[in-house]
């Protein structure tokens, strides 16, 4: 009987298993790329990514369905972005055969100044309320994008977002959670209230959402161009409404706002060369992790051993620190973004990395100055164009403040100043936050090979270096790279003016092994958990330039969706 039993168990044991086998062998749960040869798009909402696929079908360009696509997502996912926040992206345009970046981020407020806040007695910029305001710039960078790519009139490319916002669209996961999150949190805004809490209740999943105040926005900004959001009737809206409600965002604010076209940076790592945009964003982080970790034979490293992740984290807290030091506005700080992601430099930073010890800190490097909530998309066309783009609110909901109707949020990136003075990130009238939103492009012998993305905050740098990583050394394909279990390293230093504590903290998601765990906590570091939703979301497209075929992926840890024809 004992060994009838056992033999059960077994041929049991060994049918599940079979079951329970991927096509791939990994033992984390993916799913398939998404392969096409004419058009993909990738996002946080498949409403969105239809709608980037519809305007491709109407002969848009992959540029026209990226603004497509974000402009649905303000509406879909309003917790997350719109057009009350800020936005960058880089271009691969197929014609000239090159990249192009564009910062789309606002500036603070010119009547609000340093002062106040010492008059207030803060030591930080508060998260929510009009101070954290700063000017949007989304808007200016889709007219931006639109003038020097599009194909089709904004008309068109905004029609989806303002068929959902008048006529209505389910609610899906993440918006259902964040209004039920967020609800205490904002209940001091009655116009946030008054939109998001129709008669006082939460929207449930699955329920039909309307917000015609936005779809007026927006019908206003197709016919009446950028000028209707910086200089027309919203811009009178937004000034009026933030003097009556003690903010400064100002109307000669909005009027003044200016998307910069900046040349994307760049390094190389074991064959292929990564591109993000300069600061005032955190991409060069990437680029300085990446410096590091080329100089460790990762051939000879397993996925989810102690040895990878104990590297990764160590490169990590060295690119940080030299972050929360120098990333700032360039305007107003001279920032050594050549020496920071140069070989040389790397070489410096990797040789204070132990091989089996958790550094308790890192100081940023000694260099000679003379020399969030967010979304993400990716849409590539039949003619090659690739577009990686950006947006966010910063916080869910962003600063909470919603400008009599309009129907939208304002960000709240002000926060992301420090008001100690001195620094690189300082507070300044008129002056550009630190931001954490990066897109994200590849190359491979001069042609382009992915466009890709995290969402998450600080997060972000981590992310694409895992992506990057687990596709490039750990032979995984863009799917398979979003799916792989993630590391968060949590304790380094900020821009913000938060100093590191000590080792941190790594988080890892489920799916990494106890002798790993183990070996981790016998270095030093401090392993623990955290809730799902703090890993990141992600999308990517593959370019294969010898089949012509976009390979398409999406972050299951969202609501989102690749798709292609």
């Not at 000694?366 to 967010?374: A, F, P, R, V």
Request: charged share 20%; aromatic share 12%; net charge negative.
């Amino acid at each position: 009987m004992k060994q009838t039993i056992i033999l059960t168990c077994f041929f049991f044991c060994v049918l599940f298993t079979a079951a329970q086998d991927r096509l791939n062998g990994k033992t984390f749960a993916t799913r398939s790329e998404v392969l096409a040869q004419h058009g993909m798009a990738c996002t946080s909402h498949p409403l969105a990514t239809q709608a980037a696929i519809d305007i491709l079908k109407q002969g848009g360009n992959a540029i026209d369905a990226a603004i497509a696509a974000n402009a649905v997502l303000g509406v879909v996912e309003p917790e997350m972005n719109g057009i009350g926040g800020d936005l960058f992206a880089i271009v691969y345009d197929a014609k000239t055969k090159k990249l192009y970046g564009i910062n789309a981020s606002g500036h603070s407020p010119y009547a609000l100044t340093m002062d106040e806040f010492k008059k207030r007695n803060f030591t930080a910029i508060p998260l929510y309320g009009p101070l954290p305001v700063s000017t949007p710039g989304c808007v200016d960078g889709w007219f931006a994008l639109n003038k020097k790519f599009g194909s089709l009139t904004m008309q068109q490319i905004l029609a989806p977002a303002i068929s959902y916002a008048r006529n209505g669209f389910p609610i899906a996961d993440e918006f259902a959670y964040e209004l039920n999150d967020s609800k205490t949190t904002y209940a001091a805004y009655p116009d946030f209230s008054a939109l998001y809490y129709p008669n006082g209740q939460v929207p449930q999943k699955g329920e039909v959402f309307k917000n015609p105040q936005l779809a007026n926005t927006l019908s206003k900004i197709a016919t009446g161009g950028r000028d209707a959001f910086y200089k027309g009737d919203i811009a009178k809206t937004i000034d009026a409404f933030m003097k009556k409600n003690g903010g400064f965002l100002s109307y000669k604010d909005l009027a003044d706002d200016s998307a910069t076209w900046v040349e994307p940076v760049s390094t190389t790592y074991r064959g292929y060369r990564v591109w993000e945009l300069p600061p005032n964003g955190q991409g060069i982080a990437v680029l300085q992790m990446l410096n590091i970790l080329e100089g460790f034979d990762f051939s000879k490293i397993a996925f989810g051993s102690a040895e990878h992740i104990h590297l990764f984290v160590e490169a990590k807290k060295l690119a940080y620190e030299d972050r929360a030091k120098y990333y700032a506005d360039p305007a107003f700080a001279n920032i050594p973004v050549t020496t920071l992601i140069s070989k040389e430099y790397a070489a410096q930073r990797r040789a204070l990395i132990k091989p089996d010890h958790a550094a308790d800190d890192f100081a940023a490097g000694d260099i000679s100055l003379k020399d969030g909530e967010t979304v993400y998309l990716t849409v590539a066309d039949s003619e090659g164009n690739m577009v990686s783009l950006i947006q966010s609110n910063y916080f869910a909901f962003g600063s909470g403040i919603v400008p009599d109707s309009l129907g939208f949020v304002l960000q709240n990136r002000g926060r992301l100043f420090t008001l100690e003075e001195g620094k690189n990130n300082s507070y300044a009238p008129h002056k550009r936050p630190f931001h954490t939103i990066i897109p994200a492009f590849v190359t491979k012998d001069d042609q382009p090979y992915m466009s890709f993305g995290v969402m998450g905050g600080s997060f972000q740098p981590e992310g694409q270096v895992q992506v990057l990583i687990n596709m490039i050394d750990f032979g995984m394909n863009p799917q398979e790279a979003g799916d792989a279990p993630r590391i968060d390293h949590q304790g380094s230093s900020e821009p913000t003016g938060a100093k590191s504590t000590g080792v941190g903290t790594i988080y890892l998601e489920s799916g990494f092994s106890f002798e790993t765990i183990r070996t981790l906590l016998g270095y030093g570091h401090k392993v623990a958990w955290q809730q799902p939703g703090n890993y990141g979301g992600y999308q990517c497209i593959q370019y294969d330039s010898k089949n012509k075929v976009y390979h398409g992926a999406s972050d299951p840890r969202k609501d989102g969706m690749a798709a292609g024809y």
